[in-house]
């Protein structure tokens, strides 16, 4: 049973909820547009994506490594730490090298699959809330059995060699592309 005067309520797959109780109804929430420094998605509007890219290439902030590029939601907008390891790895580039030295057609059509494939997983998701409203199975087996499917997927997040970027974070790579950094790995 809900509290009276709840207005919002999250059930999470432990079964535990948030709920947002309100009696006064002094509470009040916030409904923002997408930030408008964040680029198309390169999933859902992969062409737009596309042509962002190709059109700032010039720009000096691409002369920086792809695995720190990766990272600017400027351009690769939705992709996290984790993506950015998978993305290099699986594409098999040297992480190190500038963005403008990676970036072609093949390399963002990789990067937009990399993405959905991780989506499949459940990956960029919150995995402890279970959405009402989702016709999808809702048994703690089947959260854990997509949370064990990312984690078979993953080859290089949290795997391997690592460093801490100029950014402060931690990213892993495949280890024969150790030689190319410019600093000692921490």
Same mark, same amino acid.
């Given at each position: 049973d809900?509290?009276?005067?709840?207005?919002?309520?999250?059930?999470?797959?432990?079964?535990t909820?948030?709920?947002?109780?309100?009696v006064?109804?002094?509470g009040k929430g916030?409904?923002?547009?997408?930030?408008?420094?964040?680029?198309?998605?390169?999933?859902d509007e992969f062409?737009?994506?596309?042509?962002?890219?190709?059109?700032?290439?010039?720009?000096?902030?691409?002369s920086?490594?792809i695995?720190?590029? #990766?990272?600017?939601?400027n351009?690769?907008? *939705?992709v !996290?730490n984790?993506?950015?390891?998978e993305?290099?790895?699986? /594409?098999?580039?040297?992480?190190?090298?500038s963005a403008?030295?990676?970036?072609d057609?093949e390399f963002?059509s990789?990067t937009?699959?990399?993405?959905?494939?991780?989506?499949?997983c459940?990956?960029g998701?919150?995995h402890?809330?279970?959405?009402?409203?989702?016709?999808?199975e809702?048994?703690?087996?089947?959260?854990?059995?997509?949370t064990?499917s #990312?984690?078979?997927?993953?080859?290089f997040y *949290?795997? !391997?060699?690592s460093?801490v970027d100029r950014t402060g974070?931690r /990213?892993?790579?495949?280890?024969?592309w150790?030689?190319f950094?410019d600093r000692?790995?921490?």
């Amino acid at each position: 049973d809900l509290p009276k005067h709840s207005h919002v309520r999250f059930v999470f797959s432990d079964r535990t909820e948030l709920v947002f109780v309100d009696v006064r109804r002094f509470g009040k929430g916030d409904y923002r547009g997408w930030a408008p420094h964040r680029g198309p998605d390169p999933y859902d509007e992969f062409e737009v994506f596309k042509n962002n890219i190709y059109i700032n290439m010039q720009k000096k902030i691409l002369s920086k490594p792809i695995s720190e590029i #990766l990272m600017n939601q400027n351009y690769f907008n *939705g992709v !996290g730490n984790y993506l950015r390891a998978e993305i290099c790895g699986k /594409f098999d580039c040297n992480p190190f090298l500038s963005a403008r030295e990676i970036i072609d057609d093949e390399f963002l059509s990789h990067t937009s699959e990399i993405m959905h494939q991780s989506y499949l997983c459940s990956g960029g998701s919150l995995h402890q809330w279970q959405n009402p409203f989702s016709s999808l199975e809702k048994s703690e087996e089947y959260y854990l059995k997509k949370t064990r499917s #990312l984690q078979e997927w993953l080859e290089f997040y *949290g795997k !391997g060699e690592s460093i801490v970027d100029r950014t402060g974070r931690r /990213f892993w790579f495949n280890n024969k592309w150790r030689e190319f950094l410019d600093r000692p790995l921490t």
